[in-house]
């Protein structure tokens, strides 16, 4: 669509409008898919709108009463459907809308597979590891609630924590929890409570319901949002066999809204119990210590040792006196054997010396050189001897026998 203009050849209003009808004109039919808001019904005609719940954009839909009424079973407000449509554009007032020429609703089974599908792309993402869930406070100072208007589960979520902590703090944010503007409504109250300081873990509850009514804790958007969130969230959709996504990607999912309430909130009177429990066994455990150390002392205090010092003193120095006096006696002893060993010793080497032989009368016949003559034989005549006796030595000359 093209036209040459000029501020002084400009195009009437109507041609514009005209040349704009006659392109849209030209997209033709096609199939799409969404939610059902804001529908009414004036004479022959249908109006409704038709929203995307991920991108949170809508366009507006007409339809002729007829086809509205063939669609079985008949759409309802919040209901999900693909519509065949035709994009209309009405030059007269310059407004866009389609025109629906076939209505089909979304049948459960093809929910589960569309919910399966996704599933399975966050999990690919990491958004339901185990490995980025937060624990949870132990004492929370103030609970952030998103919950239906005035709903049972806000009643058993606050009654059930009061109970059970008397002094616990809400921040209560009332929210759609189901419709066309559920997802809007519970993301915008996610936000809230995250960026407060104050809140330290949020719970997001809702009663049981169809699948359908729960579908928007299975949308995409919401649950990258309760992802994105630095505040521990805690997950309480339905009853124990309902799953939306939100129970996944939650750092907690609890079966019931006062299941909940049980896992956010400890127990005052268990934790009392707890308190007294772990008093009276560390008091057990300390008069035990005391015990066992008194007796050590008592069993210290009662030794000799300790009862009457100097007698011990007095042990020790008799020991000490009976060890001299024996090393006393084992030394005399010891010296009396070695003198005696002596003795004999020098008896013998008497006994054995040549003095004591020339006392006896022997005398010893040596050469010149000192050397000791033993045999006569080897003495020649003329040869010059010394005769050695035990009181002196005489200078001889042999001759013939």
């Not at 507006?60 to 079985?72: L, P, Q």
């Not at 109250?189 to 699948?211: M, T």
């Not at 009853?239 to 896992?263: G, I």
């Amino acid at each position: 669509m093209s036209a040459k203009t000029s501020p002084e050849a400009p195009l009437p209003i109507r041609s514009v409008l005209q040349m704009v009808a006659q392109w849209i004109g030209k997209l033709g039919t096609v199939w799409v898919e969404g939610q059902i808001t804001e529908l009414t019904a004036r004479g022959g005609t249908v109006f409704l709108t038709l929203r995307d719940p991920v991108a949170n954009v809508s366009a507006r839909i007409t339809c002729a009463r007829g086809v509205y009424e063939a669609s079985v079973p008949r759409p309802v407000d919040g209901a999900r459907v693909v519509m065949h449509v035709k994009p209309d554009f009405w030059v007269n007032k310059g407004s866009f809308a389609f025109t629906a020429l076939e209505i089909r609703p979304v049948g459960i089974g093809e929910l589960l597979a569309r919910l399966e599908r996704l599933r399975q792309v966050l999990a690919g993402e990491g958004l339901f590891n185990v490995d980025r869930k937060r624990r949870l406070p132990f004492l929370p100072g103030t609970v952030g609630l998103i919950c239906g208007r005035d709903s049972a589960a806000e009643r058993d979520v606050l009654e059930n924590s009061r109970r059970r902590w008397p002094a616990v703090r809400f921040k209560v944010e009332q929210v759609a929890v189901q419709g066309s503007y559920a997802v809007g409504e519970v993301t915008e109250a996610l936000r809230k409570l995250d960026a407060d300081r104050e809140v330290d873990v949020i719970i997001i509850a809702r009663g049981g319901g169809s699948l359908e009514d729960l579908l928007p804790f299975s949308d995409e958007s919401l649950v990258r949002a309760v992802a994105a969130c630095r505040t521990p969230v805690v997950s309480a959709i339905g009853h124990e066999q309902d799953s939306p996504l939100l129970d996944l990607v939650a750092d907690v999912r609890a079966s019931t809204p006062t299941d909940a309430a049980k896992k956010v909130v400890p127990d005052v009177g268990e934790q009392l119990t707890l308190v007294h429990q772990l008093r009276d066994r560390g008091r057990r455990v300390l008069r035990g210590w005391v015990e066992r150390e008194m007796s050590w002392l008592e069993s210290v205090r009662s030794r000799p040792s300790l009862a009457d010092p100097v007698r011990e003193l007095d042990r020790r120095a008799e020991q000490v006196d009976a060890l001299r006096e024996r090393s006393r006696r084992c030394l005399s002893a010891s010296l009396d054997r070695s003198a005696d060993s002596l003795e004999h010793l020098r008896a013998r080497l008497v006994a054995l010396s040549p003095a004591a032989t020339l006392e006896r009368g022997y005398a010893i016949a040596q050469r010149p050189s000192g050397e000791v003559v033993r045999l006569a034989g080897d003495v020649k005549p003329g040869d010059e001897l010394t005769i050695r006796f035990s009181d002196d030595r005489v200078t001889v000359t042999a001759q013939d026998a």
